[in-house]
């Protein structure tokens, strides 16, 4: 059992920055892949980013978001910058033993956390 806490959501204006914190407790293990998805209201789950040893994408975010890691913390972050109003969101961090943009490969889930970036 694996318990996620994110944190760090707000409103910021477009082109701002926010970053997104999930600290993870419980039975974890140092493989573990943490991924980030959002969902917008209206709309589909959507993957964001995952890390394993490395890093993956959506495409919506390349070149944005950074997504990294802290083993020692069991903690996962996400940058965000340059933020555009398509990017509001509930954002939630996810557990996984395997990388994947699948949120049905994700084991446990956070409680989401608002990201709202205004025009």
């Known amino acids: 059992q694996v318990q996620l806490v994110e944190s760090g959501g707000g409103l910021v204006q477009a082109g701002g920055s926010l970053r997104l914190s999930c600290a993870a407790s419980?039975?974890?293990?140092?493989?573990?892949?943490m991924g980030w998805f959002r969902q917008a209201p209206g709309k589909e789950r959507e993957f964001v980013a995952g890390i394993s040893g490395s890093a993956i994408y959506a495409d919506s975010v390349k070149g944005r978001f950074t997504i990294s890691r802290d083993n020692a913390k069991n903690t996962v972050y996400l940058q965000m910058h340059s933020l555009k109003p398509e990017d509001t969101a509930v954002y939630y961090c996810?557990?996984?033993?395997?990388?994947?943009?699948?949120?049905?490969?994700?084991?446990?889930w956070g409680q989401g956390t608002q990201v709202t970036v205004s025009s």
């Open positions: 419980g039975r974890t293990f140092n493989s573990y892949v």
């Open positions: 996810a557990w996984s033993r395997i990388i994947s943009r699948w949120s049905t490969d994700y084991d446990y």
